[in-house]
């Protein structure tokens, strides 16, 4: 298998979420996805398990935490250093 | 596998604070009427049976169907009968009951332990029970107790309308598709949130939403009418009821919060939400409300968080909210805690009525 790389990481992430925020809303890779008007945490959980099936990841409890999940960058890094360990 | 009677009594019993049978699964030939329809036989309704449809209805128990039919020629008859509109989301088909049942279950959004499965034939329950153990299978020997098992504890306002509110559900849901975005939706929903404090007349709400709610609860404590009671008139507690309404109607009471209250520390004792509005984004703005409210008193907060296999849409609530973990609770819940250092606002698509 391939080795997933972080923009492929990223492009994944910013494809669902522009799908469940809707097509026609931009956003860049810093911007907090949080403050687009989806401050909703049945999102914020649909995105939780988005993660861990899409990239075989199990999210702890000490890893909900906003920073990791607020925007495309901190998501990609947070993906990584999960897979790493 | 299969639960008898007495069983079930006994578990109905055990469990009387947390067990809710919110759907009610019926099959048709044999136990909704008598006779088999595909055998062109002449089908009488079962005796009483048109009562304990329109009871289970007037109590908010929802009536649905798992049968193996002609879909066009059952509805048909059950127009004939005069009792279609009793049913939401009728499974008639040729499918698996188990299918049928994991569909309905999906469909209402509930748990599966709130679901009673009445049939006629051992096999279909056998089958039923096989694949969801927690289903309650019932013979339609036992209708005769049927209402007696499943009333609720109180019957509310909300619960009468229940059957419409899944109703009006179903067009948002279908203009939701229509619209594609979701920001867009809500916006278009024209969604009022109002929290008030709670009062007597709300009390018989608050213990049905801390019984009937799972998956948005971030405690499941349950208090009853009386403990409610004392709470309302403490100093030291404030209880609040939230309600919810777009331009379709009222989803009726649909939150509660309950906070303990000592000169510094606000505690969190219980916050839910009725899963039926899971998907507006409302589930952090009564948390949002409480949080400003006790910044203003000038406390820092504090929540319980007791996990459950189905409540960690809660605890991403609060962790999502900027609550971290303080520490451990005796019942082998989570203590987590806010500095509340600024004010959070509100989603700008929500209209607020806030308390005086």
């Given at each position: 298998m391939e080795v997933t790389?972080?923009?492929?990481?990223?492009?994944?992430?910013?494809?669902?979420?522009?799908k469940r925020i809707g097509q026609d809303i931009s956003f860049t890779d810093e911007e907090d996805i949080f403050k687009l008007g989806l401050v909703n945490s049945l999102f914020a959980l649909e995105l939780v398990v988005f993660l861990e099936t899409t990239f075989k990841i199990s999210i702890e409890n000490e890893d909900l935490n906003l920073e990791n999940f607020s925007t495309v960058?901190?998501?990609?890094?947070?993906?990584?250093?999960?897979?790493?360990? | 596998m299969e639960h008898t009677f007495s069983q079930i009594e006994s578990d109905l019993k055990e469990k009387k604070q947390k067990k809710v049978i919110k759907c009610v699964v019926w099959d048709l030939d044999d136990t909704i009427w008598q006779g088999v329809?595909?055998?062109?036989?002449?089908?009488?309704?079962?005796?009483?049976?048109?009562?304990?449809?329109?009871?289970?209805?007037?109590?908010?128990?929802?009536?649905?169907i798992a049968s193996k039919n002609n879909y066009d020629d059952a509805i048909r008859m059950l127009e004939r009968f005069g009792i279609r509109e009793y049913f939401l989301y009728p499974q008639i088909h040729w499918d698996l009951k188990s299918n049928s049942i994991q569909k309905i279950k999906e469909k209402l959004n509930i748990g599966m332990d709130a679901i009673a499965f009445i049939d006629d034939q051992p096999f279909e329950r056998d089958e039923v029970a096989f694949v969801h153990e927690q289903v309650n299978c019932l013979d339609v020997g036992s209708i005769g107790q049927v209402l007696e098992w499943f009333k609720p504890r109180f019957i509310t306002e909300e619960s009468s309308l229940r059957r419409k509110m899944y109703l009006d559900?179903?067009?948002?849901?279908?203009?939701?598709?229509?619209?594609?975005?979701?920001?867009?939706?809500?916006?278009?929903?024209?969604?009022t949130f109002s929290i008030q404090a709670a009062t007597v007349n709300d009390l018989q709400r608050v213990e049905e939403l801390?019984?009937?709610t799972n998956q948005l609860n971030a405690?499941?404590?349950?208090?009853?009418?009386?403990?409610?009671?004392?709470?309302?008139?403490?100093?030291?507690?404030?209880?609040?009821?939230?309600?919810?309404?777009?331009?379709?109607?009222?989803?009726?009471?649909?939150?509660?919060?309950?906070?303990?209250?000592?000169?510094?520390?606000?505690?969190?004792?219980?916050l839910l939400m009725s899963c039926r509005v899971m998907s507006r984004g409302v589930g952090g703005v009564l948390l949002n409300y409480i949080m400003n409210l006790a910044r203003q008193k000038g406390c820092t907060l504090q929540a319980e968080f007791l996990p459950t296999d189905r409540?960690?849409?809660?605890?991403?609530?609060?962790?999502?909210?900027?609550?971290?973990?303080?520490?451990?609770?005796?019942?082998?819940?989570?203590?987590?805690?806010?500095?509340?250092?600024e004010e959070v606002p509100y989603a700008e698509y929500i209209n607020l009525s806030l308390p005086e």
């Open positions: 790389t972080q923009p492929d990481t990223k492009v994944i992430i910013k494809e669902f979420l522009q960058n901190n998501l990609g890094a947070f993906i990584l250093k999960k897979k790493d360990r | 329809l595909l055998e062109n036989d002449q089908l009488v309704l079962r005796e009483g049976i048109v009562d304990i449809l329109k009871t289970l209805d007037s109590w908010g128990i929802i009536n649905s559900d179903e067009v948002r849901h279908q203009e939701e598709q229509e619209i594609g975005n979701n920001r867009k939706f809500l916006e278009s929903l024209a969604l801390t019984l009937r405690t499941g404590y349950s208090y009853t009418y009386e403990e409610l009671e004392a709470l309302i008139q403490s100093p030291d507690h404030h209880l609040f009821v939230a309600e919810l309404i777009d331009k379709y109607g009222s989803y009726g009471k649909i939150g509660v919060a309950m906070v303990e209250c000592n000169p510094q520390t606000w505690t969190l004792k219980l409540n960690r849409l809660m605890y991403v609530t609060y962790k999502f909210a900027g609550f971290t973990e303080a520490g451990q609770l005796t019942n082998g819940g989570v203590l987590l805690s806010h500095s509340l250092a």
